[in-house]
């Protein structure tokens, strides 16, 4: 019975050791204090480390500067199915505006064919003998688009169609009757 007493003794004072309050370790310093050189004497060794603190970089709101608000203003009717119409307030690079064009066509067409040109430039020449009623040069400068209904299908092209250049002049081009 002796040999069981001390084991469990033993056991006994283990388990109130692990149970009493621990002294918190201080943390860990960044400064390393100096060395002695043998002969230079105390050589300061200090190193102070500036706190490391992560780059964040700022939060962007997803919201575009795009603005979009067409106005039409019909600036010529050569004959009964084709029309020129001025565009201001249109930005070539938001969808929305190339949709309001779409629209705009289909409620002058109706049921009817027709053709119509859309340019950014109030002061045209239409030249009834050209192809498409305006200079090819001013099509290629301020042409926007062409919206052709042959009263089945119809078609709406960006400038990119007259060669016009810049990022967005392509961007809604369609071919059929349901717009895509």
């Not at 030249?127 to 200079?135: E, G, T």
């Amino acid at each position: 019975m002796k040999h069981l007493l001390i084991p469990i003794l033993f056991l006994a004072l283990l388990a109130c050791k692990s149970n009493t309050h621990k002294e918190e370790a201080p943390e860990p310093s960044t400064v390393i204090k100096g060395i002695a050189d043998s002969l230079h004497g105390p050589v300061d060794t200090s190193i102070h480390a500036a706190p490391i603190v992560e780059k964040q970089e700022p939060s962007k709101a997803h919201i575009t500067n795009r603005i979009c608000n067409p106005n039409f203003t019909l600036l010529a009717k050569p004959s009964s199915n084709k029309q020129i119409f001025y565009v201001s307030g249109f930005n070539h690079e938001e969808f929305k505006c190339w949709e309001e064009i779409q629209y705009q066509a289909v409620k002058v067409c109706g049921d009817h064919p027709c053709t119509i040109y859309y340019v950014d430039m109030a002061d045209i020449k239409v030249i009834p003998s050209a192809p498409d009623l305006l200079d090819a040069a001013v099509l290629k400068e301020h042409g926007v688009g062409k919206f052709v209904y042959d009263g089945k299908f119809w078609n709406l092209n960006g400038a990119s169609i007259w060669k016009r250049t810049g990022n967005g002049w392509a961007y809604y081009t369609t071919n059929n009757q349901f717009g895509g």
